[in-house]
């Protein structure tokens, strides 16, 4: 990636610091931004567990040119026996002003002894801007386990496209405040939005 300037450096630096296959990361989210400068950015690999396998995801949201560019590359098994990788990879390119939910959700370790300044735990962000329904269903039920009665589904529906977890443990603390400071620059842009009905 050869973006210039001290903000592209730094998207650079933390691109290579995930080492989640920088090189291959770097020329996506170059392809993405199409030569704009970074504003900001929010890099975020994450690692999951499912039986004997391990996949990692790498999340790179870009806040450049008046637009969010996400882009996610996750790995998976190739072959039944496991011997070769595939990378998935997705882009996509949004106007800042479609973001039209920015949640940030904070969770703080000992919050009797928070004082100004009290470092925080974790943060949670979601971004939403297709009004595009995640729905989680399942069998309802009732507490009585003798009851045999069919009582529906039950669930949850959310706006979401894309959510990530920043962990001061796991992540580092400037992971977090960096993660803050990314929700509150796309805020800004998103709420920059003009006045046309």
Not at 92 to 110: D, G
Request: aromatic share 6%.
């Amino acid at each position: 990636m050869t973006q210039s300037g001290l903000r592209g450096e730094r998207l650079h630096q933390d691109i290579e610091r995930a080492g989640f296959y920088p090189q291959l990361v770097h020329d996506v989210v170059a392809d993405a931004l199409d030569g704009a400068t970074p504003d900001s950015h929010l890099v975020q690999l994450e690692t999951t567990f499912d039986r004997d396998e391990i996949h990692r995801h790498i999340t790179v949201l870009v806040l450049a040119g008046g637009a969010l560019h996400i882009t996610h590359v996750d790995d998976q098994q190739y072959d039944e026996a496991g011997h070769e990788v595939m990378a998935l990879v997705s882009t996509e390119s949004v106007a800042a002003t479609r973001v039209h939910s920015v949640t940030l959700t904070y969770a703080y370790y000992k919050p009797q002894q928070y004082r100004p300044g009290h470092p925080v735990s974790e943060v949670n962000l979601s971004v939403a801007w297709t009004g595009t329904r995640n729905l989680d269903v399942q069998p309802a039920g009732c507490e009585d386990p003798q009851c045999e009665a069919d009582h529906g589904y039950t669930g949850m529906s959310a706006v979401q496209d894309v959510v990530l977890r920043i962990s001061a443990e796991a992540d580092g603390v400037e992971a977090v405040e960096g993660a803050r400071e990314f929700a509150r620059q796309l805020r800004r842009a998103a709420l920059n939005r003009a006045d046309t009905p």
